[in-house]
DNA sequence: ACAAAATTTTTACGCGTGTAAATTTTGCGC
DNA sequence: GCGCAAAATTTACACGCGTAAAAATTTTGT
């Protein structure tokens, strides 16, 4: 860690005693230069602390080492929890991932994506915002670059898609929730921003009907991604107005669900599947905050591990084979039913 | 947006009809060059869509528009809203930021700002891990780059120091709890590794003296940072040991406040300050979620927005003047009480 | 020990932009 | 129309590294 500083690939070739050109191959591929010779540089680096300069390598490089995330909401703890996840697999492929939230904002998911492509990025992985997604620009943006879209599927864009099974998680708490007593009314927002929300009515009204029930849904008024505040909003008003059709409550999502509990808490009315409980809530995704809820919420979860490494894992082969797979992939994951509390 | 495909500057010039040099200039400053030559310029970049390469720039740039911003944990709401408002002045300054979190892991810290800096960043805001931050190695980046810290303070460290008056918040809440009945015991974890937590507790210590208490302390063990988690171990233990020593509750942050308010559900504790309440409970922050917690939080908030915009400015002021101020300082805001319903 | 194979060295050019210096052109007031 | 200052152009080099081609060296197999 001492000498004089070394400024760039030359001197540090200078230094090492090797030429620059197997200095570069060295910090392209350590393995493709002679045992010998690997030594000799990793000598020199415990001595002299040198990294190749990061503007200089991409300059030349057509792609370049590095993956955009880019997920509709960080402030969302699913997106923060799985972005996390497929951040460190990432890091250790041995890319540089970056991440960018779009705030909800179909103009900054754009302008994100207008900026990535000036990185030159050897792919990006994104969970779109959805109904608001400019579509033309995300299909030009994945013309340059390969993309797996996560979470939210937009309809043949992209190279894969890898989410979760909306019929399984329906499915189950439609199931669980029959089963164990009255069936549910389904508790959603109007016009949901994300795809995945059609799917889960769609599951729920198939259900229902599987079951030999009839399906009853409630839509509540809201925009943006204010959900607590949207589902909390909702929950009062229709209990207020008595209009929940059933007390058996399943939320399209538990970010909704929490607003749910909340509103359900301030009305006094105990939510559980005990005595004395007039109503009994479930959900959707497994929010890390679901089991702090009051009551603690049973849910559907997602499998974040598989969806996070199967998204980078998919991507991965992508960027290996260098060309465009033939045929757009579609992987579904399915739901873990988590029983807790409230239902 | 037709025309052949731009490859780059010397290719653009030609067909906007202006040299090289000058167009340089132009995307430097617009204000640079004389207004008909900046509408020529405007006018081609209507006709072809060409944007300079932005490693070819960073490389014969000793400063970039880069700016790092750092936080201990993105999945932490608390973090995500405030990066988010950060992330947003950056942008609107003209700059380039990239977020980064550090997951609560002092190792993957220090790497992050060891990748920052070869991105040689204009400026970069970190909230630190606190007491398992690498100090020594946070010291010798910001000899490189200017760094102003925000949300908690490492004493010396880096240009500047942004956050919250730990000694408003408390004093608020104690204040408040103590006038409206039993003056509060304090909640909180043995080990805090956030620097906050350490001053909150004296704060606290200092204030109850102040009014003429006697301070009482429950510290809960655990470590990390799923603090709900521990919040609720930490409650339920307390509850069914019966050693809290008061039944008005002062948790040192909000999210310790939410496992509690979960522990008390799941006790049958009712907290609130109304009749049939067994316990009030208040804290620090103004997490997002304290107002659907059950009760909703009566909390002290931090002022998002000042400690933002200020972070930012003082950053952009360092940046501007070029060297390193002289003095380091330090700019606190107050807290602002929120009443609702949990005390 | 010798030929073949693998690796390294030497040499040289390219990537796209910043920027300095000298020169030419433009804009503007009188 | 003149003269001057401001702006643009021309020319040239720099940044740090990738990489190709040919020559020199080392390693490997027998």
């Given at each position: ?21 197997t ?75 970056t ?23 050897a ?95 409630v ?14 909003a ?29 509103a ?25 905050y ?9 849910t ?31 992987q ?12």
């Amino acid at each position: 860690m001492e000498g004089q500083k070394i400024r760039n690939m030359e001197e540090f070739a200078e230094v090492s005693g090797i030429s620059r050109p197997t200095v570069s191959k060295y910090f392209n591929d350590p393995d493709s230069v002679r045992k010998s010779t690997r030594g000799k540089i990793e000598a020199a680096l415990e001595e002299y602390d040198y990294r190749p300069n990061i503007f200089a390598i991409n300059q030349n490089r057509k792609l370049t080492k590095n993956i955009g995330i880019v997920v509709p909401n960080l402030a969302d703890p699913f997106f923060a929890e799985i972005s996390r996840t497929i951040e460190r697999r990432c890091l250790d492929a041995g890319f540089k991932p970056t991440l960018y939230g779009s705030h909800g904002d179909p103009q900054l998911e754009t302008e994100i994506l207008d900026n990535l492509r000036l990185l030159k990025p050897a792919g990006t992985l994104i969970a779109p915002l959805g109904r608001l997604s400019d579509k033309g620009f995300i299909e030009a943006f994945c013309r340059d670059v390969p993309t797996v879209l996560f979470d939210s599927n937009l309809e043949g864009l992209g190279e894969a898609f890898v989410g979760s099974d909306n019929y399984s998680f329906v499915s189950q708490t439609v199931d669980y929730l029959s089963r164990t007593g009255e069936a549910p009314c389904f508790f959603e927002m109007k016009n949901p921003a994300n795809p995945n929300a059609n799917k889960r009515r769609q599951a729920y009204i198939d259900k229902m009907h599987e079951l030999g029930h009839a399906p009853k849904i409630v839509q509540i008024d809201g925009e943006g991604w204010s959900f607590e505040e949207i589902g909390r909003a909702g929950a009062l008003k229709a209990i207020q107005d008595k209009s929940l059709p059933t007390s058996t409550v399943l939320c399209s999502n538990d970010r909704l669900a929490i607003g749910f509990l909340s509103a359900c808490y301030e009305m006094g009315l105990r939510v559980g599947s005990g005595d004395g409980c007039a109503l009994r809530v479930a959900s959707h995704d497994d929010h890390p905050y679901a089991r702090f809820t009051c009551p603690s919420l049973t849910t559907a979860a997602h499998d974040y591990d598989s969806v996070s490494s199967q998204s980078v894992d998919t991507l991965m082969s992508i960027i290996e084979s260098g060309g465009r797979p033939s045929t757009r992939n579609e992987q579904l994951f399915p739901a873990k039913l988590i029983l807790r509390s409230s239902a």
